[in-house]
Antibody, heavy 117, light 112 residues
Framework: EVQLLESGGALVQPGGSLRLSCVAS????????MGWVRQAPGKGLEWVST???????YYAGSVKGRFTISRDNSKNTMHLQMNDLRAEDTALYYC???????????WGQGTQVTVSS | QSVLTQPPSVSGAPGQRVTISCTGS?????????VHWYQQLPGTAPKLLIY???NRPSGVPDRFSGSKSGSSASLTITGLQAEDAADYYC????????????FGGGTKLTVL
């Protein structure tokens, strides 16, 4: 059974930083693309970033230059380093596994990020 | 504004059929890229419902079906049940953006 467990969400001030983590199990992590999708309160889903099994990275325009996605295949873990956080980054951040052709076939339960002074 | 356009809400009575549309453009659905659908029940994480336009993952009832034509796609739910009340999102690939993964704005399904 695929399991994805996010952590690292918190309340942070504007301009601050956070590092999210996603620990995966139940599949071959090292060859799977993984991504982050966020959902602001009362809003829809927004793709944030994806990292392939070969560590190619992709970012949404709204976070490019501020967020960095990475993975540690030895620990079946993906990270999202978020810098220069803004109020509009406030959201529930989901870790998701890519199903092979640009869709997400498994999702975690999410970790809450709140950016506020 | 989402790259993929969905109606904000649809509704239907138990047993009825409802269809949710997803309209894209020549850089995503119209370019031939696949459309995928997700169901998000209240207070829960999204769940993959349809992938590759028409395919259902194991465990998804055959009451749910997907189709695609031109720059649009549709999710159809037949034999509507109370437990189908949820938000539904379409998703595809877009060649114009810095990253390929794009979502629709979501459609809230109300079962009357």
């Amino acid at each position: 059974e695929v399991q994805l467990l996010e952590s690292g969400g918190a309340l942070v001030q504007p301009g601050g930083s956070l590092r999210l983590s996603c620990v995966a199990s139940g599949f071959t992590f090292s060859t799977s693309a993984m991504g982050w999708v966020r959902q602001a309160p009362g809003k829809g889903l927004e793709w944030v970033s994806t990292i392939t099994g070969r560590s190619l990275t992709y970012y949404a325009g709204s976070v490019k230059g501020r967020f960095t996605i990475s993975r540690d295949n030895s620990k079946n873990t993906m990270h999202l380093q978020m810098n220069d956080l803004r109020a509009e980054d406030t959201a529930l951040y989901y870790c998701a596994k890519d199903g092979g052709t640009y869709f997400f076939d498994n999702w975690g339960q999410g970790t809450q990020v709140t950016v506020s002074s | 504004q989402s790259v993929l356009t969905q109606p904000p809400s649809v509704s239907g009575a138990p047993g009825q059929r409802v269809t949710i549309s997803c309209t894209g453009s020549s850089s995503n659905i119209g370019a031939g890229y696949d459309v995928h659908w997700y169901q998000q029940l209240p207070g829960t994480a999204p769940k993959l419902l349809i992938y590759g336009n028409t395919n259902r993952p194991s465990g998804v009832p055959d009451r749910f079906s997907g189709s695609k034509s031109g720059s649009s796609a549709s999710l159809t739910i037949t034999g509507l049940q109370a437990e189908d009340a949820a938000d539904y999102y379409c998703q595809s690939y877009d060649s114009n953006l810095s990253g390929p993964w794009v979502f629709g704005g979501g459609t809230k399904l109300t079962v009357l």
